[in-house]
């Protein structure tokens, strides 16, 4: 059973700063993974996805990678700013028809 | 109209009452998806429709009825919920295969 783990669970930091999530994964026979934004009472936005085949993706301010034989992927936020508080979750494609597993996230606050 | 509407945005019921969420994806994807959000827990799948039919339900108990009708409209019918219920219901949808999901802003249920 796949197992999804965020490290930190919450994180503060000063405006301007670039930082990186953490996404830990146990079984490396994934399809993709996704990285998702999640404001207070709202539903799920996509950031990034990557595909089993790649390493890593750029949007903007952002990248995320992959390495599917340590389990791992990072989303990196370059020049953070306070809009960028939000909770950050990470989901593991390990299946056919979106067989998803996420983590619990990781709140971010970004301290004008 | 684009991307993916939930009605209604809250609720509140009592645990007699019987209610419907409604779920309308704009995107012309042919999946559909339920997830439950409880706090400090992972995002929960309970139910997945591929080309309207039911091909995923993760041992969700009978008090919650699914419904599609159509590829774009996705219910979900409540009946004598338990206050452990409450919860953040988010509906997602999909292109079959490895594509990014695309979630609502979700109902938030609350059992009385």
């Known amino acids: 059973k796949q197992e999804v783990t965020q490290i930190p669970a919450a994180l503060s930091v000063p405006e301007g700063e670039n930082l990186v999530l953490n996404c830990s994964f146990t079984d490396s026979a994934i399809y993709n993974l996704q990285w998702f934004r999640q404001d207070p009472g709202k539903g799920l936005t996509s950031l990034l996805l990557i595909q089993s085949s790649q390493r890593e993706q750029t949007s903007g301010r952002l990248n995320a990678s992959l390495d599917k034989s340590s389990g791992r992927s990072t989303l990196y936020i370059a020049a953070s700013q306070p809009g960028d508080s939000a909770t950050y979750l990470c989901?593991?494609?390990?299946?056919?028809?979106?067989?998803?597993?996420f983590g619990i996230g990781t709140k971010l606050q970004v301290i004008p | 109209e684009t991307g993916v509407t939930q009605t209604p945005r809250h609720l509140v019921m009592g645990m007699t009452n019987k209610k419907s969420l409604k779920c309308e994806q704009h995107l012309g994807h042919n999946a559909m998806y339920w997830y439950k959000q409880s706090a400090k827990k992972p995002l929960e799948l309970m139910f997945v429709y591929s080309l309207e039919e039911r091909v995923e339900n993760n041992s969700v108990p009978s008090r919650f009825s699914p419904e599609c009708p159509n590829s774009s409209h996705l219910f979900l019918h409540l009946h004598t919920l338990q206050p452990e219920d409450s919860a953040l219901y988010l509906c997602?949808?999909?292109?079959?295969?490895?594509?990014?999901?695309?979630f609502g802003n979700g109902t938030r249920l609350t059992v009385t």
């Open positions: 989901a593991v494609n390990s299946g056919g028809y979106q067989k998803v597993t």
């Open positions: 997602a949808s999909s292109q079959m295969g490895n594509s990014p999901l695309h």
